[in-house]
């Protein structure tokens, strides 16, 4: 019931807003059971994928947005709640992942929709990064569920990572046909297994959304950004503390020039007073003795 309500209350606003058009809707099953696997280029990716489909879908989230303190952790709480969204606590990563398994078998053992993101994390850009195995296969060899591969279109430009304000455009989404993995029914624990039916479904989905494929996860990309942005940062500023240092050293021997002008010029002033001083000492002693001669002359 909640969860009806928030639809038409996010839902609603959301299409009526930014009209999201919509390729494939005919691979959603009326009912039953299915697993939604899309890529992630956007936060807003949960809200506009559930906006345009008639069934409940669940996706995952982190345990924070339902943890969090104080009124606005409550309102978060409720509003992940609201439109489907499950906790999963992320403090192991290996922890994270048996949750997401459980949290997505029993979605589906409920005959419902689960939705979830096998990159694992949002692409820093824009690009398609190699999928995880132990989630979305996991679960699909265990329920047998059929995978729907879902392409997320432009929600990148909408919401970029770090800004808040929504900018007003058409996203889109198009919705694949199933993939039947039921061959594979009983090998969840094989690694191989789940690496093919993982990059089986991140193939669909590159052809769904036209994005370039990156042969590397997301999360290990991200970590790249992350410290060729520090590096770049550092960079920066040993060439900020060089350039201020430059521009000290050019002051001070500015400062050194002017004071040895200055310096000159006031040896060149002392030389001239006393040039002149023995000028007038001079003219002072011929005065004289021109005077003395003089008095001679008239005895």
């Given at each position: 019931m909640f969860y009806g309500t928030m639809k038409v209350a996010i839902g609603g606003p959301l299409r009526l807003a930014f009209r999201p058009w919509v390729e494939g809707m005919e691979n959603i099953p009326a009912e039953g059971p299915a697993i939604l696997a899309s890529n992630h280029l956007s936060f807003s990716d949960s809200f506009f994928l559930p906006a345009v489909l008639d069934r409940k879908v669940t996706f995952i989230a982190k345990a924070e947005y339902f943890t969090t303190p104080g009124v606005k952790g409550r309102l978060t709480a409720a509003f992940f709640k609201g439109v489907g969204q499950l906790p999963v606590d992320r403090s192991g990563a290996r922890g994270a992942g048996e949750a997401a398994v459980?949290?997505?078998?029993?979605?589906?053992?409920?005959?419902?929709?689960?939705?979830?993101?096998?990159?694992?994390?949002?692409?820093?850009?824009?690009?398609?990064?190699?999928?995880?195995?132990?989630?979305?296969?996991?679960?699909?060899?265990?329920?047998?569920?059929?995978?729907?591969?879902?392409?997320?279109?432009?929600?990148?430009?909408?919401?970029?990572?770090?800004?808040?304000?929504?900018?007003?455009?058409?996203p889109g989404i198009r919705i694949g046909r199933p993939l039947d993995f039921s061959r594979y029914q009983g090998m969840e624990h094989d690694r191989f297994v789940l690496r093919a039916v993982t990059d089986e479904v991140m193939y669909e989905i590159m052809k769904l959304s036209g994005q370039e494929y990156v042969d590397m996860y997301a999360t290990a990309a991200k970590r790249q950004l992350t410290e060729a942005a520090k590096a770049e940062k550092a960079g920066k500023a040993a060439t900020a503390a060089l350039e201020k240092a430059e521009k000290a050293q050019a002051q001070k021997e500015r400062v050194e020039r002017e004071l040895a002008e200055e310096s000159r010029r006031e040896e060149a002033e002392e030389a001239k007073d006393a040039k002149a001083a023995e000028a007038a000492e001079d003219a002072k002693d011929t005065a004289e003795a021109k005077k003395a001669g003089e008095e001679r002359t008239a005895e």
């Open positions: 459980r949290s997505g078998i029993e979605v589906l053992e409920r005959g419902e929709l689960f939705g979830i993101y096998p990159e694992g994390t949002r692409s820093p850009d824009g690009r398609l990064y190699r999928g995880k195995p132990g989630g979305l296969a996991r679960v699909a060899l265990a329920t047998g569920a059929p995978v729907i591969p879902v392409a997320m279109i432009d929600t990148e430009k909408i919401q970029p990572p770090g800004k808040v304000v929504p900018k007003l455009m058409r």
